[in-house]
DNA sequence: GCGACAG
DNA sequence: ATCTTGTCGC
């Protein structure tokens, strides 16, 4: 059984405190088997209230072809502070995770991963407490600064705080915004750049993670199953 | 004291 | 994250 305040902490203080304990087992390099399904994570809040749906959506690599997906529903207590979005979140992201056939190879989870002021995004927590590979892919900045990316697609440049790299800041399209990718656990961060590379075909988003979002959201095509339960 | 601030 | 129509660009 898992440790419960590393997941429901009864203060902010507390949640700080977890974080820097979930930040040390953090693994940094490639200690990974290989990669078959790979998985895209996210959490929408469906007509904007206090129930929050967690959606996996595993895809086939490196066909990219969708292969299992896992969604559940639940409320959700914690409030929304930047730094500690995780404590929102994973409760119900663990319970979709649960209701897949098996464990994927590698998550694309929807938020920053080390690139985090305690190194603990999300990425980090999920793939701790799972113990599985996980990158952190974000929209947009939570900490550190960088240079300006060059426009050809593929192209990164560091995400720095301080003198640490914490993550990269990637084009995955010629004229789109760039997007945030930082190790989650059990992969290195020049990896984990092109695994994101590797997953993004004609969108700023890897497939992963818009396969997902589409269930999370709610704007899914029909077909088949998604739902559980 | 004044901004910044994943989703 | 979610609420929302049209609109500018390729």
Redesign the pocket.
């Known amino acids: 059984m898992t440790d419960r305040s590393l997941l429901q902490p009864r203060t902010v203080t507390e949640a700080i405190a977890r974080q820097r304990e979930i930040a040390r087992r953090v693994v940094c390099d490639d200690a990974h088997g290989p990669v078959r399904r790979v998985a895209g994570v996210?959490?929408?809040?469906?007509?904007?209230g206090t129930k929050g749906r967690a959606a996996i959506a595993v895809l086939e690599f490196p066909s990219l072809a969708l292969s299992e997906t896992a969604v559940a529903e639940a409320e959700v207590n914690f409030p929304?502070v930047?730094?500690?979005?995780?404590f929102r979140?994973l409760p119900v992201v663990l319970q979709a995770l649960e209701r897949l056939s098996s464990p994927p190879d590698l998550l694309l989870v929807?938020?920053?991963g080390w690139a985090?002021p305690r190194r603990?995004?999300?990425?980090c927590h999920l793939g701790v407490l799972t113990d599985l590979p996980s990158i952190?892919v974000?929209?947009?900045?939570?900490?550190g600064t960088h240079d300006p990316v060059p426009q050809e697609r593929g192209a990164w440049v560091p995400l720095r705080d301080g003198d640490e790299i914490i993550g990269a800041v990637l084009r995955t399209r010629v004229g789109v915004h760039p997007v945030y990718v930082s190790i989650g656990h059990r992969v290195s961060l020049a990896r984990a750049v092109d695994w994101v590379m590797a997953c993004t075909t004609r969108y700023r988003l890897p497939e992963t993670t818009r396969a997902a979002?589409a269930l999370?959201?709610g704007t899914a095509k029909k077909r088949g199953a998604g739902r559980g339960a």
């Open positions: 996210d959490v929408g809040f469906p007509g904007g929304y930047p730094g500690l979005l995780s979140e929807d938020g920053q985090h603990c995004g999300i990425a952190g974000a929209k947009s900045r939570l900490v979002h999370a959201s």
